[in-house]
């Protein structure tokens, strides 16, 4: 499995912490999960935007075609 390194201030590192111990999880858990649930937000913001252009421009297309 590929690893991948992450720099974090003083701060940012003690909130990862204590949000991580908070849950009871690994910090190395809790940051992988939180990268994932961004990743996986993103492409659905897209998607749902991409499908709303479609939705939109669906009788010019009709028209152009």
Same mark, same amino acid.
């Given at each position: ?29 809790? &940051?992988?999960?939180? $990268?994932? !649930? /961004?990743?996986? =937000?993103?492409? *659905?913001?897209?998607?749902? &935007?991409?499908?709303? $252009?479609? !939705? /939109?421009?669906? =009788?010019?297309? *009709?028209?152009?075609?």
């Amino acid at each position: 499995m590929a690893a991948l390194n992450l720099r974090f201030t003083d701060e940012e590192l003690d909130a990862l912490r204590e949000r991580a111990q908070a849950e009871g999880r690994s910090m190395q858990a809790f &940051a992988h999960d939180a $990268v994932i !649930k /961004a990743v996986n =937000e993103h492409a *659905r913001l897209f998607e749902e &935007a991409a499908e709303h $252009v479609l !939705k /939109a421009s669906a =009788e010019l297309n *009709r028209r152009l075609a």
